[in-house]
């Protein structure tokens, strides 16, 4: 019964094969296309020196290796207008997949709806036991109407550091309330050195906020109703304005901005300064003198300091969020190089990256994280969460403002009204 | 009636009929692309941030529709009100510094002496050096105690002062860095505006027996007045315009002292993420300058007619 091969048989048979290799063809086009990695855009902000960016793409790039169907592109972003480069991405249409930002940055977008909740991603480490990780305060920096709006990184801490040779100098021990601090800066301050340098740009603001947290207060109430002029910030602000009455306070600091005043505190030109602990890794600090001081006791023996929490957030318009949020996974379990090789300016919020050697023999980042960080509040303190106005309150100056007035020794109280009355304004929209 | 509408519209052919020439209409399609290209670069973005104004936008929505609720909430704030009138502070006493010193300069380079050529170069340096750069080395200069400007009062025996620690003083900085800045640009025009002087008009005013001072009064300052008036002008635009200075010298403190208008907007725009009330202050400025601007036109324009 074989069939006679005739030619109109084979030109059928040929037609025939030529069809069976058409219709796979597609598929193997789109197999191609499949086989192409997911591109996703990571912007990073330059959180550390130089080779902070390089060992970040050095991370990025094994990250990359270890994949086959995703693809991370880097982009180190500077911290100039970095606001405006957010926002304009976003506004066009060409938003990033992912990227870290200003600390208030997550919450303001997600309120816009520009913001996709890892709240899967944070089920997932929930239940593989791996959320253990993460303080409560730390996720609760994150957390806005029952949503994760992003995943905590780092711990932007302030803490009070001195000059061992100027206390030594003067006989004067390391205070640790803060009548001691105040007496202590009055008595080194002389021949051109001064107790407490600070700045009139955030550096300022946050010696404001961090005063009014150690009091057990801060810049709202636990309602979040702004509390600036309230008991314990007006005794914060009190306290630091009495420091500037002492003349303690040096006075360029109203016109100082914050590379002005450490420069000043690191050649010696004031006892103490407020500063996250990672600068004195820096290369013009001169270790051996700079100690950490304990966190001060408040008049009413409260404890407490500014935290500006650092984030990881997706963005809406990622058009791949499930492995964009595979991506933030593995990079919040792998990040330790940015501090060990990058040197990143801030402390990790992971306990597991704490315990890295890299920060238990160096004994000031050590003693800050056994001492500040339990302790570390948010700028929205007494209030818990997260909320959008944040970010206004963070950027708009008004409270560079108030500590610029209280360093030219104004009586706090009228510039605490006029802080109060704007802040108000900031919350009811 | 017909009639008369016929008549009329021939009336209107015959009067433009000679407006019709080849000439223009070669001139009018010639121009259009321009005329195109600057509607769309220069009159779309005015009259979008226009309707900013009477909007709530931020920098990612477009907002609703307010009316005039942030003309109101100007008038009503009070940093608006110092913003106004440090940036009035801040032109009038730039354009009065930088015209005394470049007048000075320029009659100083309009004559000859030894060095002239390189005394002129050097006098446009601070035109040349770029805004960033002349701003931080002001500020290195007054910033502390230890700064050049503190060393100089020491050697005299003074207490240090702390320029920028102090409203008053950073506002007398700003100005003096703005000055600085400005007064080649003001020397280099008045010196071509003097060397366009007739001669003959000082042989005259020197046969009629005046002082150097009275041929200056009655001859120079009349002859230069036109260009004066529009360096004058130009020069208060551009520093009401200044965001640079007050920003990289004090970040328009200490305490929104040197914050202007300019600065004012800024902050509305990308601190408090209000575009409706930024393109509000930016376009109160506009207005006022324009009006200046109007004034001074109409106020020259009459003394042109009354000589």
């Not at chain 1, 207060?217 to 709202?220: E, K, N, Q």
């Given at each position: 019964m074989k069939a006679k091969l005739t030619s109109s048989n084979r030109s059928r048979r040929q037609f025939l094969k030529a069809l069976i290799v058409a219709s796979f063809l597609p598929g193997a086009f789109v197999g191609a296309a499949h086989a192409q990695p997911v591109e996703i855009n990571f912007w990073d902000m330059i959180w550390g020196p130089a080779e902070y960016a390089a060992v970040a793409q050095k991370l990025v790039d094994k990250f990359n290796a270890s994949q086959n169907d995703i693809k991370v592109v880097y982009r180190s972003v500077p911290w100039d207008s970095w606001y405006q480069t957010y926002v304009t991405a976003i506004a066009s249409g060409s938003a990033p997949d992912i990227s870290t930002g200003g600390s208030f940055q997550a919450v303001q977008f997600y309120s816009m709806d520009e913001i996709y909740p890892v709240d899967e991603l944070i089920e997932e480490m929930k239940k593989d036991g791996?959320?253990?990780?993460?303080?409560q305060s730390a996720l609760d920096t994150v957390r806005y109407h029952d949503h994760y709006v992003a995943l905590p990184w780092g711990n932007d801490i302030r803490a009070y550091l001195y000059r061992k040779d100027i206390l030594a100098a003067n006989g004067v021990a390391a205070p640790s309330t803060w009548e001691e601090f105040r007496a202590a800066a009055k008595k080194v301050t002389k021949n051109g050195v001064f107790g407490l340098v600070c700045s009139g740009d955030q550096n300022g603001f946050q010696l404001m906020v961090t005063a009014a947290v150690n009091n057990g207060?801060?810049?709202?109430d636990p309602d979040r109703k702004p509390a600036i002029t309230g008991e314990r910030a007006r005794e914060a602000l009190q306290f630091v304005s009495s420091l500037v009455k002492d003349g303690s306070v040096n006075p360029a600091s109203a016109g100082y901005s914050y590379d002005d005043s450490a420069a000043s505190f690191m050649r010696g030109e004031s006892a103490f300064f407020l500063d996250n602990p990672n600068v004195t890794n820096s290369d013009n600090a001169p270790k051996d003198k700079i100690g950490i001081l304990p966190p001060l006791k408040g008049p009413h023996g409260d404890l407490g300091t500014f935290n500006g929490a650092n984030n990881i957030m997706v963005y809406k318009?990622?058009?791949?969020p499930k492995e964009t949020l595979k991506f933030l996974r593995w990079w919040s379990e792998n990040q330790l190089p940015l501090w060990t090789?990058?040197?990143?300016?801030n402390l990790p919020v992971r306990a597991s990256l704490l315990k890295d050697p890299y920060f238990q023999n160096n004994p000031i980042l050590k003693y800050t994280a056994d001492n500040y960080i339990p302790i570390g509040k948010s700028l929205g303190a007494a209030a818990s969460g997260t909320f959008p106005q944040l970010n206004v309150v963070d950027g708009d100056g008004f409270l560079n403002s108030l500590a610029q007035r209280i360093f030219q020794g104004e009586d706090p109280q009228g510039p605490a009204q006029d802080a109060q009355a704007y802040l108000k304004g900031i919350m009811s929209k | 009636m017909n009639s008369s509408i016929t008549g009329g519209t021939r009336v209107w052919r015959a009067r433009a009929k000679p407006l019709m020439t080849p000439e223009l209409t070669t001139s009018a399609v010639l121009l259009f692309p321009s005329l195109l290209l600057l509607a769309v670069v220069i009159a779309y973005p005015i009259a979008q941030g226009f309707l900013y104004t009477f909007t709530d936008s931020s920098l990612l929505r477009p907002g609703s529709f307010v009316g005039m609720g942030n003309y109101g909430r100007l008038l009503q704030d009070r940093s608006f009100w110092h913003s106004l009138s440090f940036s009035a502070i801040f032109a009038l006493s730039n354009v009065v510094g930088c015209y005394l010193l470049g007048l000075g300069l320029a009659l100083m380079l309009q004559r000859d002496f030894p060095g002239r050529g390189l005394f002129r170069v050097l006098l446009l340096t601070p035109w040349i050096v770029p805004s960033l750069v002349a701003v931080v080395s002001w500020r290195w200069m007054v910033s502390d105690n230890g700064a050049l400007a503190n060393k100089i009062i020491a050697a005299f025996g003074g207490d240090p002062i702390y320029f920028l620690s102090n409203g008053n003083w950073t506002i007398v900085i700003v100005i003096l860095i703005k000055i600085w800045v400005s007064f080649p640009f003001m020397m280099l025009s008045l010196l071509a505006a003097l060397q366009a002087v007739d001669r003959s008009l000082y042989e005259a005013a020197e046969i009629d027996g005046a002082t150097r001072w009275q041929a200056f009064m009655h001859v120079t300052m009349p002859e230069i007045r036109g260009v004066s008036i529009v360096l004058c002008i130009l020069m208060t635009i551009w520093t009401v315009n200044d965001f640079d200075t007050p920003w990289l010298l004090a970040r328009g403190g200490p305490?929104?002292?040197?914050?202007n208008l300019v600065v004012h907007a800024y902050r509305y725009t990308f601190a408090r993420n209000d575009v409706g009330m930024g393109a509000t202050v930016s376009f109160v400025t506009l207005f006022i300058l324009m009006a200046l601007f109007l004034l001074v036109m109409r106020l020259t324009k009459g003394e042109h007619n009354a000589r």
């Open positions: 791996s959320l253990s990780d993460f303080s207060g801060g810049l709202f318009q990622s058009k791949h090789e990058g040197h990143a300016g | 305490a929104n002292a040197t914050e």
